[in-house]
């Protein structure tokens, strides 16, 4: 079983900063892929930054590239999303997300796992 407690959303003003973290617990081990998600009201929720366990290899909408920086620490089992330069139409919900191996006998299917969300609204 895998369990995210996303963390750190609140209200920023445009330009601002923040980090969000998730923390991940349960069998991490089966764990391959983990990334950051958004949806707001009318809108399909959105694929913001993954990052693998293996390599860290990363990814980003082009909406939000060379602004946020997803990051991982293995040691303590964290994502975090850095989100710098923040405008209104980054406001949303914002959603971990982890992609994980199933068991021998469910194929290796893949599971996802979703956190609670945090809110973050960008607004003077």
């Known amino acids: 079983q895998v369990q995210l407690v996303e963390s750190g959303g609140g209200l920023v003003q445009p330009g601002g900063s923040l980090r969000l973290s998730c923390a991940l617990s349960?069998?991490?081990?089966?764990?391959?892929?983990t990334g950051w998600y958004r949806q707001t009201p009318g809108k399909q929720r959105e694929l913001v930054a993954d990052?693998?366990?293996?390599?860290?290899?990363?990814n980003y909408a082009e909406s939000v590239k060379g602004r946020f920086t997803i990051s991982r620490d293995s040691a303590n089992a964290i994502v975090y999303l850095e989100m710098n330069s923040l405008t209104p139409a980054d406001t949303a919900v914002y959603y971990c997300?982890?992609?994980?191996?199933?068991?021998?006998?469910?194929?290796?299917?893949?599971?996802?796992?979703w956190g609670q969300g945090t809110v973050v609204p960008v607004s003077s």
């Open positions: 997300n982890a992609a994980a191996v199933g068991t021998r006998t469910q194929r290796y299917r893949k599971l996802d796992v």
């Open positions: 349960g069998n991490i081990a089966s764990i391959y892929n």
């Open positions: 990052i693998t366990s293996v390599g860290n290899s990363t």
